[in-house]
């Protein structure tokens, strides 16, 4: 067993009455209390708060915290589960989509982010879901949109196929046959929108 002790510095936490707060040796810990974003006044867990922190509980654990109060921006990984928070803020995704307010939320962030399952992972959001399983094969039920306002649609192989194996084009000699059938070497044999 090592006996090496290393030493960091650890900034002071600023903590609220009622909080839970278990820290490592290392700039590691974990935060019970409710919701902030900040400072012990910030968030729906401040008794200034509408509701007066009530509804509002939180969980934050982190590793490398660099100031007083615990951020999900700042911290240099952080896993952060509030009953009632503002999600985007917190994240600093409000650019992105629709922004939520007052919400329950679960805010993941590093440097780098991964998630590995080993049979399948399942994401879904009310009816539209995605699911990775194991063995390649990606599903994605819901209206698919790439990009914003996108200007353009996406061509669907086999309808396109379907479609150019049966145009034919006046000329002054009468109508041309159908052109040439795309060959099945062109698409993929593993991808396939319903």
């Known amino acids: 067993m090592s006996t090496d002790m290393v030493f960091e510095e650890v900034p002071r936490l600023m903590r609220r009455t009622g909080d839970s707060y278990l820290s490592g040796q290392n700039n590691s810990s974990i ?27 939180a969980i934050h654990l982190s590793v490398g915290r660099s100031r007083e109060d615990p951020s999900v ?9 509030s009953a009632k928070t503002d999600p985007d803020t917190a994240a600093d995704t ?3 989509g629709n922004e939520s307010i007052a919400k329950s939320g679960a805010i993941l962030r590093g440097d780098c982010v991964r998630i590995s399952a080993r049979i399948d992972l399942k994401v879904s959001v009310g009816r539209a879901y995605l699911i ?4 390649g094969t990606i599903v994605i039920e819901g209206d698919v949109s790439l990009g914003q306002d996108a200007a353009e ?6 309808a396109f196929s379907r479609f150019w ?16 059938p795309i060959p099945e070497s062109i698409f993929s044999p593993r991808n396939k929108v319903k």
């Open 31 to 57: 935060l019970l209390g409710r919701d902030r974003l900040g400072s012990v006044d910030s968030g729906y867990g401040s008794v200034d708060s509408v509701g007066g922190g009530v509804g509002a509980g």
């Open 153 to 158: 649609r996406i061509i669907r192989g086999d």
């Open 94 to 96: 409000a650019a992105i």
């Open 165 to 180: 194996n049966t145009v034919t084009v006046p000329t002054p000699m009468g109508p041309s046959g159908p052109p040439p």
């Open 132 to 135: 990775i399983g194991s063995d």
């Open 73 to 81: 921006l700042e911290d240099r990984a952080t896993l952060y589960l």
